[in-house]
């Protein structure tokens, strides 16, 4: 008997969410050092584009609970990728986004586990 596979989007989003909450939070404390490391906002849109590619997979099947924070969470990652940017201003919108995005990755997951 063969088994068949899926790759889980719920894990790939949790990480990429985690890895870019914790790049939010120690990145800050890094350019506070002299060792001539700047920010990129690319590197925060990177994680945001794997989250997003996540994110359309899943919302396909997902609740609407789990839509609605997926969505308005990566819509305000996007938001302030854009205005740092284009504005060269830090907001708080990341660290919100980022906290949904894990929140909904992980509520999409345990609802996945409890059906199969």
Same mark, same amino acid.
């Given at each position: 008997?063969?088994?068949?596979?899926? $790759?889980?989007?719920?894990? *790939?989003? #949790?990480?990429?969410?985690? =890895?870019? $909450?914790?790049?939010? *939070?120690?990145?800050?404390? *890094?350019? #506070?050092?002299?060792? /001539?490391?700047?920010?990129?906002? %690319?590197?925060? &849109? &990177? $994680?945001?584009?794997? /989250?997003?590619?996540?994110?359309?997979?899943?919302?396909?099947?997902?609740?609407?609970?789990?839509?609605?924070?997926?969505?308005?969470?990566?819509?305000?990652?996007?938001?302030?990728?854009?205005?740092? =940017? %284009?504005?060269?201003?830090?907001?708080?919108?990341?660290?919100? /986004? !980022?906290? /949904?995005?894990?929140? !909904?990755?992980? &509520?999409?997951?345990?609802?996945?586990?409890?059906?199969?």
């Amino acid at each position: 008997m063969k088994t068949k596979t899926t $790759f889980n989007w719920d894990l *790939l989003g #949790i990480s990429s969410a985690t =890895i870019c $909450f914790v790049h939010c *939070l120690i990145f800050p404390i *890094l350019t #506070i050092i002299p060792i /001539g490391i700047t920010h990129n906002p %690319l590197i925060d &849109l &990177l $994680f945001a584009s794997i /989250g997003f590619f996540a994110i359309i997979k899943i919302v396909k099947k997902a609740t609407l609970l789990v839509n609605s924070i997926l969505i308005v969470s990566i819509t305000l990652i996007f938001l302030s990728i854009v205005i740092e =940017i %284009l504005l060269d201003v830090h907001t708080y919108l990341i660290f919100i /986004g !980022g906290i /949904g995005m894990i929140i !909904g990755h992980y &509520l999409n997951y345990k609802n996945h586990k409890i059906k199969h």
